[in-house]
Nanobody, 123 residues
Framework: VQLQASGGGLVQAGGSLRLSCKASGINFRLNDMGWYRQPPEKRRELVATITGGGNTSYADSVKDRFTISRDNIRRTLYLQMNSLKPEDTAVYYC??????????????????WGQGTQVTVSS
């Protein structure tokens, strides 16, 4: 199983980035997918999740700014990030787990993790 995250970078506050996560080795359409992030010197935290059926959930801090989506044909997960703030600076990770489990936002329920991509937002 491989989750390859990309799209991070340096952006000014108010700017946008789109992260991608290409999956291989799993039946992508039968997996829930999530984005998590780890800010400097802080714990990993939820950003957004999307179930195999397309239901989404977001952390309050990113609602109305970030959009999670998936392309089952391309086996790719996306995170569109708009109106970025310095506090969004973090390493962003994608994660996968088979659909049907409880607690889709609980990071401990995810089986597979990507390597992370750095997002830095300057003020």
């Amino acid at each position: 199983v491989q989750l390859q995250a990309s799209g991070g970078g340096l952006v000014q506050a108010g700017g946008s980035l789109r992260l991608s996560c290409k999956a291989s080795g799993i039946n992508f359409r039968l997996n829930d997918m999530g984005w998590y992030r780890q800010p400097p010197e802080k714990r990993r935290e939820l950003v957004a999740t999307i179930t195999g059926g397309g239901n989404t959930s977001y952390a309050d801090s990113v609602k109305d700014r970030f959009t999670i989506s998936r392309d089952n044909i391309r086996r790719t997960l996306y995170l569109q990030m708009n109106s970025l703030k310095p506090e969004d600076t973090a390493v962003y990770y994608c994660a996968a787990r088979p659909s049907g489990r409880d607690s889709v936002t609980d990071s401990r329920s995810y089986d597979y993790w990507g390597q992370g991509t750095q997002v830095t937002v300057s003020s």
